[in-house]
């Protein structure tokens, strides 16, 4: 089941610099994208989503892009901080076509911010 | 800042044992979900859970699992006889709508 595809297994940046992390997806029934961070022996922690209607979502230095004719996603980071290295991970979901929220993961790209 | 909180952080057991995962979810959000990482592995859904019954499931989620609220706090992920490729992180999560928020995980590994 690769209907959420993180081609990227890890990226490497240097910190004050860009991150850019992408997403393909191949179910046009998805209409809500969420981006989680995880750490070792630790849960997801929520980041950002953003529906299919905007196509642009901007929380302080993380932003996400939707191109839905691309069926792609990607997650901004900037300025990059050494704290940001963590696993990251893409969700999607079929909201409006079934009401039980299920998330579909990626398979997780590992971002190293390096000092 | 309210969270969600799992326990045990670490279940060890035996092939053919139950098992049961406790989850307090955030306490005003009322739908519940289970996930599992199995360990180089994505993320697997395997059940939501909303207004006392599971609104899904996925195709792992088979007669050996079951979930439960038992009371107005708890959310439980029950295993009634373990096998060895149940070993994996299992994560809960609650939401009010659409952002899920996860807990720490518990990890199962069966011997």
């Known amino acids: 089941d690769q209907q959420v595809k993180q081609n990227s297994p890890s990226l490497s940046v240097q910190e004050g610099r860009i991150s850019i992390l992408n997403c393909d997806y191949t179910n046009s029934m998805f209409d809500y994208f969420l981006w989680y961070k995880k750490y070792p022996a630790e849960g997801p922690t929520f980041l950002i989503s953003i529906s299919s209607i905007k196509d642009k979502n901007e929380d302080g230095r993380f932003t996400v892009f939707l191109n839905k004719s691309a069926k792609h996603l990607s997650l901004h980071i900037v300025p990059s901080q050494p704290g940001d290295s963590a696993v990251y991970f893409c969700?999607?979901?079929?909201?409006?076509?079934?009401?039980?929220?299920?998330?579909?993961f990626g398979q997780g790209t590992t971002l190293q911010v390096k000092p | 800042e309210p969270e969600v909180t799992q326990t045990p952080s670490h279940q060890v057991t035996q092939m053919g044992q139950e098992v049961i995962l406790r989850c307090v979810p955030i306490s005003n959000h009322l739908y519940f979900y289970w996930y599992r990482q199995i360990l180089g592995q994505k993320v697997e859904f395997l059940v939501s859970f909303y207004n006392n019954e599971i609104s899904e499931k996925s195709e792992i989620f088979d007669d050996q699992f079951s979930v439960e609220r038992p009371d107005g706090s708890n959310f439980t992920l029950k295993i009634r006889s373990t096998k060895l490729e149940d070993s994996a992180m299992y994560f809960c999560a609650s939401s009010d709508l659409y952002e899920q928020y996860f807990g720490p995980g518990t990890r199962l590994t069966v011997t």
């Open positions: 969700a999607a979901s079929a909201i409006s076509s079934s009401n039980t929220g299920k998330l579909i």
